[in-house]
C-alpha cells in the first residue's frame, strides 16, 4: 500500500506558488542583508567576475597612486631644496658685491663668510632626501614611477648635481673639504686678501653666480614640470580608481529601494497565498464531509 499523500490539484498549485514566494523572499533578505545583489559567482558568474576584474585593476591602480604622491614629495623635496639654494647664491653675491670695496681685514672676513654658506649650500643639498632619494646632489640618483601594471607607461627623472662646487666652481669637491680648500679662492683664483682693488675679479665671480643661479632655476623648472605632470596623473588615477569602482558596484550591488519595494511585495504575496492555500484545503475537507 503506498504511503504517499495526494494533494488536490488547488492545494498542490497554492503550495508550489507559496515556496515560490518564499524562495524570491530570500534572495531579496538576502539582497538587504548583504548590499549585493551578486555576492558570488553562484548569483552570476559572468557580472561577479567582470566586477571582480574591474575591482582588481582598481586596486592595482590604488597601490600605483600611492607611488605617484610619494614621486611628488620627492620632487616637491627637490623642488624647495633648489629654491633655498638659489637663495643662499643670491647671499653669496651680496657678500661679493660688498667686498668691491673693503679692506683687506673685512675681505678676510667676508672669505671666511663666503665660505660658510658655500659649506651650507652643501650641506642643505646633502639633507635634502626624501626616503632616502636625493635628486639634487648626485646625477648617479633617478625617480622612476610605473603608472599601470597593464602597460609600460613609465616616467624616469634624472638627478641633478647643484653642490656649490659643481655649479659654480666646476670643480669635484665637497663641502667636507673645505677645510683643505676654500671655495672663495677656488672661484676668485686667489686668496681675497691678496686681490688688489681690481673690482672685475670680483664681477666675474659674481658672474659665475649668476649662471649658478639660472642653471639650478633651469633645473628646478625641470623638476617642477615633473611635479605638474605627476599631479595630473595622480588626478587622473583618482577619478579612474572611482569609475572602476563605480562599474563594480553597478554590477553587483543591490538597489536598495528596488529590494525593499520587492520584500514588501513578497511578503504581501506570501501571506496571499497562506490565505489561498488554507481556503483549498478547507474546499477538500468540505468534499470529504459529503462522504461521511
Do not use: C, P
Amino acid at each position: 500500500m503506498s504511503s504517499d499523500i495526494v494533494l488536490g490539484t488547488a492545494t498542490r498549485q497554492n503550495l508550489l506558488a507559496l515556496q515560490g514566494i518564499n524562495q524570491n523572499l530570500d534572495t531579496t533578505q538576502g539582497h538587504l542583508a548583504t548590499g549585493l545583489k551578486v555576492a558570488s559567482a553562484l548569483d552570476d558568474a559572468v557580472k561577479f567576475f567582470q566586477a571582480q576584474s574591474l575591482t582588481d585593476r582598481a586596486n592595482d591602480l590604488s597601490l600605483r597612486k600611492d607611488t605617484i604622491d610619494q614621486g611628488i614629495s620627492s620632487l616637491t623635496t627637490a623642488v624647495n631644496a633648489s629654491q633655498s639654494a638659489v637663495s643662499i647664491l643670491q647671499q653669496l653675491q651680496g657678500i661679493l658685491s660688498s667686498a668691491k670695496t673693503q679692506t683687506d681685514a673685512q675681505r678676510k672676513s667676508a672669505a671666511t663668510q663666503f665660505d660658510t654658506l658655500a659649506g651650507q649650500l652643501n650641506s642643505l643639498l646633502n639633507d635634502a632626501s626624501y626616503q632616502g632619494l636625493n635628486l639634487v646632489n648626485t646625477t648617479a640618483s633617478s625617480l622612476s614611477i610605473q603608472f599601470s601594471n597593464l602597460t609600460k607607461s613609465t616616467l624616469k627623472i634624472n638627478g641633478f648635481n647643484l653642490q656649490f662646487s659643481k655649479v659654480v666652481t666646476g670643480t669635484a669637491r665637497s663641502a667636507g673639504t673645505l677645510s683643505k680648500a676654500s671655495h672663495g679662492a677656488t672661484l676668485l683664483g686667489s686668496k681675497w686678501s691678496k686681490i688688489s682693488n681690481k673690482t672685475s675679479i670680483f664681477d666675474k665671480a659674481f658672474q659665475l653666480l649668476q649662471n649658478a643661479i639660472a642653471t639650478i632655476q633651469a633645473d628646478a623648472a625641470s623638476i617642477g614640470g615633473n611635479v605638474t605632470f605627476l599631479q595630473s596623473r595622480l588626478d587622473f588615477t583618482s577619478q579612474y580608481i572611482v569609475t572602476l569602482q563605480g562599474g563594480a558596484s553597478k554590477l553587483t550591488v543591490a538597489d536598495v529601494n528596488q529590494e525593499s519595494t520587492n520584500l514588501v511585495t513578497l511578503q504581501t504575496r506570501q501571506s496571499l497565498a497562506i490565505q489561498s492555500l488554507s481556503i483549498a484545503t478547507q474546499s477538500e475537507q468540505s468534499v470529504l464531509r459529503l462522504f461521511r
